[in-house]
């Protein structure tokens, strides 16, 4: 089964940023859309990107758009999240999580082999 792993998250002060990873084990990445998903505090898990087996093809949630940025490199098989001009409504506990083929769905429903995830804390 595939497995993945997040990290980078970490206490970072308003308008920070923070590069989160997610790496797979044992199983590669390349035939798999990549999905960031977070969930904050007594809210719903809501997807924040997703980019294409490839990396040609992305798609933003549009509260994240122009701020965060997806890339991949299939030879480390590793999904990176970079995120910029952080915002304490960001704060959240970061997931990522692979689907079959390709995407454009932020819907977590369409997504499987989720990660442990990893916190991100924005605060002053």
């Known amino acids: 089964q595939l497995q993945l792993v997040e990290s980078g998250g970490g206490l970072v002060q308003p308008g920070g940023s923070l590069r989160l990873s997610c790496a797979a084990s044992q199983f590669t990445l390349d035939y798999y859309t990549i999905g960031w998903f977070r969930q904050a505090p007594g809210k719903e898990r809501e997807g924040v990107s997703c980019?294409?087996?490839?990396?040609?093809?992305?798609n933003y949630a549009d509260s994240v758009k122009g701020r965060f940025t997806i890339s991949r490199d299939n030879a480390e098989n590793t999904v990176w999240l970079q995120m910029n001009s952080l915002e304490p409504k960001d704060t959240a506990v970061y997931y990522c999580?692979?689907?079959?083929?390709?995407?454009?769905?932020?819907?977590?429903?369409?997504?499987?082999?989720w990660g442990q995830g990893t916190q991100v804390i924005v605060s002053s």
């Open positions: 980019i294409s087996s490839s990396g040609g093809s992305t």
């Open positions: 999580a692979a689907a079959r083929g390709w995407t454009k769905s932020l819907d977590q429903n369409d997504f499987g082999s």
